[in-house]
């Protein structure tokens, strides 16, 4: 194995320590010591890789988001002609995500829901690819929907935005369990659709 391929692999055994550890314990409880024992190497040698704790998990959050994403692109084909079906299989799609790499759960939880307060401007921009995907899935699905004469595509978007957060302060106080993180997707899910149709019962065509 030459030189590269070593770092590489010795780089992937921190993250892989890192992750769990961070996924178990968040931010704030987690410990280097933690991940050094789990994979039987000095602390030197996360040093060698990450220059901090903080780069550490930005490193991991970073992962996330992109992971995601990239099983997002693969994964969803829109068809704009059923809207309401294809906000069904985004959140459906999402989810998946989580069942197949459970580690990354807890810690696109923390991320968005109750990131750590210094490291709150970086992680947005690691996280901002993935916002940015999503607005563009929400305005391709929209697109072809006749908005209210007073809405345009922005205020909608960004009224998402702020549902969003209204429904992520509900869950601040801890770490989500896969029931709580389930429940939490299905009410952004619910909340999307309140916005898109309102509370009346529309007309069967």
């Known amino acids: 194995m030459n030189r590269e391929a070593k770092n590489q692999q010795t780089k992937r055994r921190i993250m892989d320590g890192a992750l769990a550890e961070f996924a178990k314990q968040g931010y704030g409880a987690s410990s280097l010591n933690t991940i050094c024992a789990a994979q039987m190497f000095s602390k030197g040698i996360i040093y060698h890789y990450f220059d901090t704790k903080d780069a550490l998990y930005l490193a991991c959050v970073e992962e996330c988001f992109q992971r995601l994403t990239a099983y997002l692109r693969n994964a969803l084909v829109i068809d704009p002609q059923d809207t309401e079906k294809q906000l069904e299989t985004y959140f459906s799609v999402r989810m998946a995500f989580f069942r197949e790499n459970p580690v990354y759960q807890p810690i696109f939880c923390e991320a968005v829901i109750s990131p750590p307060q210094h490291l709150e401007a970086e992680i947005q ?18 697109r072809p929907l006749p908005l209210q004469p007073h809405m345009t595509m922005e205020e909608v978007v960004e009224t998402f935005r702020e549902f969003q957060d209204f429904i992520n302060a509900k869950y601040r106080s801890g770490s989500l369990s896969p029931e709580a993180f389930q429940d939490r997707e299905n009410r952004c899910r619910r909340e999307l659709n309140i916005l898109l149709y309102g509370v009346v019962e529309r007309s069967k065509p």
Not at 125 to 142: A, E, S
């Open 125 to 142: 921009k690691r996280k901002q690819p993935f916002d940015d995907f999503t607005v563009d899935i929400l305005t391709q699905l929209l």
